[in-house]
C-alpha cells in the first residue's frame, strides 16, 4: 500500500487527475455499499467507502490496462513445465493483489490443544484448538469426527459444522471429517478467523481470504496425524464456503481435490460472465453487498470486467492437475451454467497441457440452490476416483453445450471471408432484407398457428416443470396473489410451435382495446424472463432493477406479454441439440421467429391493439427486439438498451467481444464466425436492422462506459442508419454514462417513453 501511494504521489498530475475523474464516474454509476452485517473489510473499515476515504486509493489506470474480452490466458508464455511453474507465481501474486488480499505467510509455530473427545455411535470424535501466529494469539477450532477401524483415512474437509448436515455421508464411507470453524457467523459457530484481523495487521487479507487461510491451518494439523492419509485430502464447501475452497485449494498444493459448490460468481462463474446482462452477482453486487468478502480493490472492475488481469478461470488453473469438481445447479438463480461451461473448457486447457484432463469434472445439476444427501454422495464419488478409492467415470454436463468447431462440422458450411468485399459505412438499401435473413439462417417451413381472438381458460400449453422451482405465478399460488396484489391479472397466452407466454393485464383496464409491450430478456441463462419477480414493484433482492417491473407498465395502461427464449429460463436444456436439428438456421432465427409469433398471437387478440404492440429488450433481448422490427412490420416500436452492436467496427482493436460473441461465445448466428478478423467484409451488420425499422419509433439507449460496444462507434453506425428515416425524430439515440445495465431509472424512462409514443400518460 505504501508504494502504491508512493507512486501515486509521484506520478504526473494529468494522470492522477484522470484517475480521480475515474473513480468520480465508479462513485456516481455504483450502488452506495452496505454494511456488512457479520463482518469487515478489516479493523478499521466497515466498507469500501470507508476504505477509499482512509487509503486514498484510485482505480488502476484502465487506459494503460489491456481490455482482455475473454476470460484471461492462464498458459500465456507457458510451453514448459518449468514455465508453468514459474507462470503460476504471477497468477497467485495478480488473484491475491486484484481480487483477495495478500495471505500471511504459513505460521511455523502451530501447536493443537485437544479439548474434548468422546465417543459418538461407533465414531470418535475429538475437538482440538490451534493456537499460532504472533505469541500464538491466533487460534482456530477443529473438529473431527473419526470413524471406526484402521487407518489411515483419507480426509472430507470443510468449515461447515455439524449443525449444517454436510460431512454424515464422508464418515459413514470411510472418511474422517474434518471441519474449521472459520466461516460466516450467521450459522451459527462463530469465526474464528475475525481475530486475526489484529493478529496480522499487515495483510490485507479479505474474509474469503482468511476463512481459505484457515483450511490451510487445518491441513498443518491434520499432517501431524497417524491417522490420516496425507495424500488424500479433499476439501469442500458450498455457497459462501465453496468461495473460499476453490481459493485455499488454488493456494495450497498440499489439497489433492476440491469441490466448490454452488459458489456462482467469484467461484466457478467468472466474473467476465457475471456482468449486469446475465442477470446474477456480479462484482459490483458482490462488492458492495458484501464487500468484506473480497478486496475492495476488486469493486474498482465494475462494469470493466474486461480489465481484470485475472479471473476465476486462472485461480482454478492454480489447482490443476489435482482434482477439481466444478459443481452447481444450472437453474440456481444466483448462477449461470453459460459461465460455467465457458470456465470449465478453458482451465480444460490447463489440465491437458499438464496431461490430467480426467481430473477436472463439471456437474451441473437440477434444482436451485439448496444440497442434498445424494449431493454429498457425488462428492464423495468424486473423492473416491481422484483417491484411486472406487473408480468413476468423469462428469461433464453440458447445458448451453455450443461449440462453433462442432456446428462447421454439423453444418457443412465453409464461407470464404475474403470473398466478399470490404464495405464502408454506407447502407445498401437494396439488400437490407436479405443482409438480415442471411445472419438469421435458413428458417423451415412451418404451419402458421391459428390465434385465438379471446384468452382460452385451458391453454393446453405449459412452460414445464421449471416454471414452478422459478415461483412463476401460474405454476406458485403465493406468486400468484403478489401479482393480484400489485393490481394485475395473469393470462397464459399459447403462441408460436406450441409455446407459453405470460400476459400481465391491468386488473382495472380502462375501456378499449391496450396496448402491449413485449418483454424480451437478457442473458439470463439460468431463469429466462422471470428472475427477481419482475411481476412486484418491491422486493429485498438487489438484482431485481436488472428485471422491469410489470407493474409499472400495467398501471400506466399497458399490457405485458414475457416469454423465455430458447436457451434460458424453462427452456434452458432446449437449445444444446437446436443445431443438430437445424444446421443452417440459427438461435437468433428462432428467437426472431419466437417473437414474431407473439406479436401474432398479440395481435389477434380481441383486448389487444393491434396497432400499439411494442417492443422492450435488453442486451440480449435489446438485438432480438431489432431483428424483429426488422422483420415484422407489425412492431410499433423498440424500445432496445445495449442492444445495438456495430459488428464492422467491433476489431479486435476495440478490445470487445465483437463477432465471437455471436458466432463463438453464445452461438446466436454462427455464419459470422467466419469473418472474425474480416469484420469490414461482413454481410450483414446492425444497421441493416436498424434501417429496416424506419420509420417507425426507436428508442436506443446506449451508456457511455459499455464494455461490449464502444459507444462512439455506436454512435457512427447509428448516424448511417438514420438516414433512412424520413422524419429523423422517430430514430433516439441516449447515451447516458452508465455500465451495461438496466436499473431502475433507465427503466423509468423507457417506460415513460413508450407511454408517450402510445398515447397514454
Known sequence: MQLLLLFLLTMPVSAQADREATLDQLLQVLRPSRVPPDGRINAVDRTWEDWIRRTGELPPDFDAMPSIPGLPDPLQGVQTGAQWTERKKVLRAGIEHWMYGKFPPAPDNLRAVVTATRKEGRATVREVRLEFGPSHKATLRVELVIPEGKGPFP????????????????????????????????????????????????????VLARWAWAASRAVDYLLTLPEVDKKKIGLTGHSRNGKQALLAAAFDERIAAVIPSSGNSGECDPWRYTTEPFANESIELLAG?????FHPRLRFFSGREDKLPVDQNTLQALIAPRGLMMYSGFAESAGNPFG??????????????????????????????DTTSGDIENFVDFFDAMFDRRPRSKTETFIHGYDFEKWKQVSGENIQATSYAVRSLRLEKSSLRKQVEWALGDEPAYAANLPRRDLPTQPFVSEGALAGLFRRPAADRASMERVRKEGMELKILP?????????????????????????????????????????????????????????????????????????FGTRVRDSKEFYNRYPHWSLMGKMVADTRAAVEALAALDMIDADRIYLMGYSLGGKVGLMTTALDGRVAGLAAVCGFDPLRLDTADRGVEGVRHYSHLHGLMPRLGFFVGQEGRLPFDFDAALALAAPRKVLLIAPTLDRYARV?????????????????????????????????????????????????K
Open 340 to 369: 460455467f461451461e465457458q470456465n470449465y473448457r478453458d482451465t480444460l486447457r490447463v489440465y491437458r497441457f499438464l496431461n490430467r484432463e480426467q481430473n477436472l469434472w463439471l456437474h451441473l445439476r437440477e434444482g436451485e440452490h
Open 495 to 567: 403462441f408460436g410451435d406450441g409455446l407459453a407466454g405470460n400476459l400481465f393485464l391491468p386488473a382495472k383496464a380502462a375501456t378499449g382495446k391496450l396496448p402491449v409491450v413485449i418483454w424480451l430478456h437478457a442473458y439470463s441463462y439460468q431463469y429466462g424472463w422471470s428472475i427477481a419477480e419482475p411481476w412486484t414493484s418491491t422486493g429485498s433482492d438487489i438484482r431485481m432493477d436488472q428485471r422491469p417491473s410489470f407493474p409499472s407498465l400495467t398501471k400506466r395502461g399497458f399490457a405485458v406479454f414475457a416469454f423465455d427464449q430458447i436457451g
Open 289 to 293: 453487498a458484501q464487500s468484506h468478502w
Open 155 to 206: 480426509v472430507f474437509l470443510t468449515n461447515h459444522a455439524r449443525n449444517r448436515p454436510w460431512i454424515y455421508t464422508a464418515v459413514r464411507r470411510g472418511y474422517i471429517a474434518c471441519v474449521y470453524h472459520a466461516t460466516d457467523p450467521r450459522y451459527g459457530n462463530g469465526d474464528d478467523s475475525d481475530a486475526w484481523v489484529e493478529v496480522y495487521p499487515q495483510h490485507d487479507f479479505s
Open 712 to 760: 462512439a462507434d455506436v454512435r457512427a453506425e447509428v448516424a448511417e442508419a438514420r438516414k433512412a428515416w424520413a422524419v429523423a425524430g422517430n430514430l433516439s439515440l441516449e447515451t447516458p454514462m452508465d455500465f451495461n445495465q438496466f436499473k431502475r431509472r433507465t427503466q423509468e424512462r423507457v417506460f415513460t417513453w413508450l407511454a408517450e409514443n402510445a398515447g397514454l
